[in-house]
Nanobody
Framework: QVQLVESGGGLVQAGDSLRLSCAASGRTVSTYTMGWFRQAPGKEREFVAAINWSGLPTNYADSVKGRFTISRDNTKNTVYLQMNSLKPEDTAVYYC???????????????????????WGRGTQVTVSS
């Protein structure tokens, strides 16, 4: 079993930055793909970013490309999401996810889907005011 705990969310103004963290415990996630998703009220959970076990390659949703950066520190068992130039439409609960079933594996298309991941955190709220 692995536990994922997100942190770093909050209330910010448009144009500000936030850095989300996802700390994993129980098992090492260093050989597995990790992802970030978000869910706004009344909407489905959507893909934000994914990162290969080694840190590269990475993949982003078009809506965040150029503004968000996903990274990981395998020595800390932690994945990050640096969010710059935040917009009100970025307001959502942000979830960290891990695919703990496929080690040393990465497929850009697959990892945009929630079904590719088998562990999820509880989420952290990000609210961006205009």
């Amino acid at each position: 079993q692995v536990q994922l705990v997100e942190s770093g969310g909050g209330l910010v103004q448009a144009g500000d930055s936030l850095r989300l963290s996802c700390a994993a415990s129980g098992r090492t996630v260093s050989t597995y793909t990790m992802g970030w998703f978000r869910q706004a009220p009344g909407k489905e959970r959507e893909f934000v970013a994914a990162i290969n076990w080694s840190g590269l390659p990475t993949n982003y949703a078009d809506s965040v490309k150029g503004r968000f950066t996903i990274s990981r520190d395998n020595t800390k068992n932690t994945v990050y999401l640096q969010m710059n130039s935040l917009k009100p439409e970025d307001t959502a609960v942000y979830y960290c996810a891990a695919d703990m079933s496929r080690s040393y594996y990465y497929n850009e298309r697959i990892y945009t889907q929630t079904s590719a991941y088998d562990y999820w955190g509880r989420g952290t709220q990000v609210t961006v005011s205009s």
